[in-house]
Nanobody, 122 residues
Framework: QVQLVESGGGLVQAGGSLRLSCAASGRTVSTYTMGWFRQAPGKEREFVGCISGGSITYYTDSVKGRHTISRDNTKNTVYLQMNSLKPEDTAVYYC????????????????WGQGTQVTVSS
């Protein structure tokens, strides 16, 4: 079993930055694809981006060039650096782990964190 705990969310003004962390325990996730998803009020959970075991990254179009996913396998931790934040980035952000390479679908991720709230004010 993999346990995931997100941290780093908060309130930030538009144009600001936040870095989310996702700490894994229970198993080494160095070979897992680690994904970030978000869910805004009244909307479905959506894919933000992911990083493969080989540190190849994929992003949804709306965050390309603004957000960066990285991983530190020595800490069993994955990060989501969010820059140039917009009000439409407001959501609960979730970290997830998958054994599928480059997974982008929710159903490919069996392990999920509890989420962290990100609120971007205009």
């Amino acid at each position: 079993q993999v346990q995931l705990v997100e941290s780093g969310g908060g309130l930030v003004q538009a144009g600001g930055s936040l870095r989310l962390s996702c700490a894994a325990s229970g198993r080494t996730v160095s070979t897992y694809t680690m994904g970030w998803f978000r869910q805004a009020p009244g909307k479905e959970r959506e894919f933000v981006g992911c990083i493969s075991g080989g540190s190849i990254t994929y992003y949804t179009d709306s965050v390309k060039g603004r957000h960066t996913i990285s991983r530190d396998n020595t800490k069993n931790t994955v990060y989501l650096q969010m820059n140039s934040l917009k009000p439409e980035d407001t959501a609960v952000y979730y970290c997830a782990a998958s054994l599928f390479y480059g997974a982008t679908r929710l159903n490919d991720y069996p392990y999920w964190g509890q989420g962290t709230q990100v609120t971007v004010s205009s």
